[in-house]
Nanobody, 123 residues
């Protein structure tokens, strides 16, 4: 079994900062791309930021310059540093990772999701 567990959400005033973390654990052979998505009430889930094994990152235009994604391959973790938060950043944030599980090395990696963590930005 593979699990992703997020932490770090909460309530913050506009202009403030939060840091989200996600740890992958279980029967992991290798982890490929890792990322953060978010879903606001009444909206579809959207990609916030993505980072490859080699450290290349991509961001949604709405967060570029304010959010920074990073990962620690040795610890199987990915983090999202969120600065200059805006009301529009309010959403449930989900960690995602493409993971090859132990015993499945000859199959395509599977996509795993965390349980989600609420981020609320107040005016």
């Amino acid at each position: 079994q593979v699990q992703l567990v997020e932490s770090g959400g909460g309530l913050v005033q506009a202009g403030g900062s939060l840091r989200l973390s996600c740890a992958a654990s279980g029967s992991i052979f290798s982890i490929h791309d890792m990322g953060w998505y978010r879903q606001a009430p009444g909206k579809q889930r959207e990609l916030v930021a993505l980072i490859t094994t080699g450290g290349r990152s991509n961001y949604a235009g709405s967060v570029k310059g304010r959010f920074t994604i990073s990962r620690d391959n040795a610890k199987n973790t990915v983090s999202l540093q969120m600065n200059s938060l805006e009301n529009e950043d309010t959403a449930v944030y989900y960690c995602n990772a493409e993971i090859t599980a132990l015993g499945r090395q000859f199959f395509n990696p599977q996509s795993y999701w965390g349980q989600g963590t609420q981020v609320t930005v107040s005016s």
